[in-house]
């Protein structure tokens, strides 16, 4: 029995588990012509991760890049002629008010620095346009609250850009969770950071970033806490240390350690650094077995292993993924395994704002979600 046992796990370790139809969709972009109706994007702030967005767009079947909003006429000028942008759909910070009367334009993509995102999302959702806004969606819960009650009394859906909700071998693990094979998910791990540069960046500012690295980066750790455990924190704790308080300003956090307790019983510890390269790393423990991502929130690919063995579902440019779900979430209602929606990122900015009270109060914080 234990030599069959055996013999069993080593071959399912060995073969690629097949996913149930529900995630396998959750990735499948494939070659497929797509028949169905195209969501098309406009794209406000046309920075580092704006430029990747687009790029990745090209891939998509089921969006498509037909505006920008942006303060660098030159920019503009390079999208136009790269995306064939005609000068009807580019807008700056001023007039894109006007997108309202854009039928070219279904959906403003905000890709600007975090303490922009309320007032614009407040003003695309006014506009009439759905809203997918970068992560962190606010400076904290009291924004990104009213972020989603605009959107609502606008009638338009307001999208947070979780890219690995997406992933295919986060869902896997996601998967694996709920069929129970990890057991009664115990204890989750994430580490989160890299060392920053340019100390006059946006992401240095208390004013455009609402904080340091926790807002950036350790976001991921918050987020992934709850979709690998698969259950929301009820309290937190966390201590800041802050090595160089000239980079890191009153308000910056540099490295912040945290840790979330569940109503199961689950438990977090949880890493989150301006100061040290390399830290991309989720572990997942239940009581019967682990899930491993490292790097596990990069633009991969994402490397994975459980007790079965490793992940080998394949790689896909996260975003192109992203851009041809998040068409279907608003063209056709789809619903995803890990939702991506304002009150998903609405709880990640409660447990944020926690987060830095817990380390300013040095007190355990307790949370509702
Ligand atoms: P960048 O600084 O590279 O780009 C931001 C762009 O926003 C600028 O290029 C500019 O575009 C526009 N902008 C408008 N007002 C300002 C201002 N006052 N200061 C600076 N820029 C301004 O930042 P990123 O692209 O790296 O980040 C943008 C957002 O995307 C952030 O919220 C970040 O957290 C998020 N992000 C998400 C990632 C993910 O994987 N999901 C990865 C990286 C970032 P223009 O000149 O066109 O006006």
Redesign the pocket.
């Known amino acids: 029995m234990n030599s069959r046992r055996l013999f069993l796990q080593k071959i399912t370790a060995a073969v690629t588990l097949p996913l149930a139809p529900a995630f396998a969709n959750a990735f499948d972009h494939s070659s497929i012509a797509w028949q169905g109706p195209i969501l098309k994007v406009a794209i ?9 967005v687009a790029e990745a767009m090209l891939a998509s079947t089921k969006a498509k890049l037909t505006g ?5 006429p030159s ?2 000028k390079t999208w136009q002629a790269k995306y064939g942008i005609p000068e009807k759909n580019c807008y ?2 001023e007039n894109f008010d006007q997108i309202k009367n854009n039928p070219d334009i279904d959906a403003v993509y ?8 309320h007032s614009q999302t407040l003003r695309v959702a006014k506009a009439g346009k759905h809203v997918i806004c ?3 969606m606010a400076l904290n819960a009291v924004e990104a609250q009213e972020m989603v009650t605009a959107c609502k009394q606008a009638n338009v859906k307001l999208l947070i ?3 690995m909700h997406f992933e295919a071998k986060t869902l896997e693990v996601v998967r694996m969770r709920q069929a129970g094979e990890f057991g009664k998910p115990l204890f989750f791990q994430g580490l989160s950071g890299f060392r920053i540069g340019d100390p006059g ?3 240095l500012s208390k004013k ?1 970033a609402g904080g340091g690295a926790m ?2 980066i350790g976001i991921y750790s918050v987020n992934g806490a709850r979709y690998m455990l698969g259950e929301e924190p009820i309290w937190v704790t966390a201590q800041e240390t802050k090595t160089d308080p000239q980079k890191f300003k009153e308000g910056v956090d540099e490295t912040i350690q945290f840790q979330l307790g569940f109503a199961s019983g689950a438990i977090a510890s949880c890493l989150s650094t301006y100061t040290m390269n390399n830290l991309d790393k989720f572990f997942l423990n239940g009581e019967k077995g682990f899930a491993e991502l490292q790097p596990s ?1 990069g ?1 991969g690919p994402i490397q994975g292993r459980t007790h079965l063995g490793a992940l080998t579902q394949p790689h896909v440019t ?2 192109t993924t992203q851009m041809d779900e998040m068409a279907e979430i608003i063209l056709n209602n789809k619903k995803t395994i890990i939702p991506v929606d304002g009150e998903e990122g609405l709880k990640d900015m409660k447990i944020v704002d926690a987060i830095y009270l817990a380390a300013n109060t040095s007190k355990r914080i307790d949370l509702k979600l």
């Open positions: 406000m702030g046309l920075g580092s991760y704006g430029t990747r920008v909003i942006s303060g660098t920019k503009v700056n910070y905000i890709i600007t620095p975090n303490g922009l995102h970068e992560k962190p850009g979780y890219r960046q946006w992401r455009l807002m950036d929130t633009y996260h975003q």
